[in-house]
T-cell receptor
Framework: AQSVTQLDSQVPVFEEAPVELRCNYS??????LFWYVQYPNQGLQLLLK??????LVKGINGFEAEFNKSQTSFHLRKPSVHISDTAEYFC??????????????FGTGTRLQVTL | NAGVTQTPKFQVLKTGQSMTLQCAQD?????MSWYRQDPGMGLRLIHY???????DQGEVPNGYNVSRSTTEDFPLRLLSAAPSQTSVYFC?????????????FGPGTRLTVL
């Protein structure tokens, strides 16, 4: 079984400040990790994903995340946020390629609130 | 190319009523799934399908039925609505079921059961 923990339900930050959204996972098999963003009244959009290779993954809108196997973490970062980054962010994990482990398991979400 | 579409956007039901949430995709994706989103709980998988004629249960299937008669459509049926089914429902599709296949989400259906 796999699970995801997003430690912060809300993160307030001023515009142009850096931000880190934390995500920890557990899985008994190989992991594939994802960050999704949900803008108000919209569906989820993929920000970035880690499947293999380099542990530093770059995504859309200037976001990046680092896969840390020893700490079982996949934290999302952005060096300078914009008002338009205000949204809900979900970390998700898939524990395998096929079968039940291949399903996406989501964290509870982190609400990023960017203010002037 | 409309992507993943869901209808209706909003729905209010009374306890015991039945209804069908529609989901369609025009990307010829084999894999489709339904999630529900509740405050503080993230998204939870209800049912999924790896192709026409094949469906399987997810994490929270009770009270919901699905069918997949075509590649394009994946309707979700509530047989007898209960207040616990008040939620936002998202449909998603991807070319395949592996992590290498990005899942595309619809805009959601907000359901209230009174």
């Amino acid at each position: 079984a796999q699970s995801v923990t997003q430690l912060d339900s809300q993160v307030p930050v001023f515009e142009e400040a850096p931000v880190e959204l934390r995500c920890n996972y557990s899985s008994s098999v190989s992991v594939y990790l994802f960050w999704y963003v949900q803008y108000p009244n919209q569906g989820l959009q993929l920000l970035l994903k880690y499947l293999s290779g380099s542990t530093l993954v770059k995504g859309i809108n200037g976001f990046e995340a680092e896969f840390n196997k020893s700490q079982t973490s996949f934290h999302l970062r952005k060096p300078s946020v914009h008002i338009s980054d205000t949204a809900e962010y979900f970390c998700a994990v898939r524990g395998g390629l096929t079968g039940t482990a291949s399903k996406l398991t989501f964290g509870t979400g982190t609400r990023l609130q960017v203010t002037l | 190319n409309a992507g993943v579409t869901q209808t209706p956007k909003f729905q209010v039901l009374k306890t015991g009523q039945s209804m069908t949430l529609q989901c369609a995709q025009d990307m010829n994706h084999e894999y489709m799934s339904w999630y529900r989103q509740d405050p503080g709980m993230g998204l939870r998988l209800i049912h999924y399908s790896v192709g026409a004629g094949i469906t399987d249960q997810g994490e929270v299937p009770n009270g919901y039925n699905v069918s997949r008669s075509t590649t394009e459509d994946f309707p979700l049926r509530l047989l007898s609505a209960a207040p616990s089914q008040t939620s936002v429902y998202f449909c998603a599709s991807s070319e395949g079921s592996t992590p290498y296949n990005e899942q595309f989400f619809g805009p959601g259906t907000r359901l209230t059961v009174l």
